[in-house]
């Protein structure tokens, strides 16, 4: 029981290091062009974001979720869908989507280790194929999202 407790303990510290307990719009203040997290033409031109799904019906919820907030044009689409139907780079320029990371922890007091999985959102733009990864990545993968969005949303104001 006491090995469990501090497994637990020993995740809680690390998503609190991964993902601080800022708010979403504090973490889409941090989100910039200058910062290399976003397309410097996003600021100026108007495009439709494609949002990806993932035909995994717990993460597709949080995707449109996330993107029924967001005020820009958007389309959500699977990988299929955005290759055959989404094809056109000049409309679909950017493509929101992640990478997966983790981190190894080992627990306090033992030899054991626990795996913590993360998203690291990035915008690609089809167009020049540079993606523009966020800086960090977290296993709070829905607020990521939102402050992502909300940055985007930011930079058109």
Partial sequence: MKTLITSLASIAILSTSLQSCASTSSVANKITIESGEIPPDMKSEDFTLIGVLKERGSYDKYVKIAFANYTGKYVLATESEITNKYSDTNKYRYIMDYERETASLTVAG????????????????????????????????AKEMQAYLKAIEAIKN
Avoid: A, M
């Fill in 110 to 141: 033992t030899s054991k280790s626990q795996t913590v999985p993360g998203k690291r959102y990035f915008i690609l733009d089809r167009k020049t194929d540079k993606e523009y990864q966020r800086k960090t990545w977290s296993s709070f993968y």
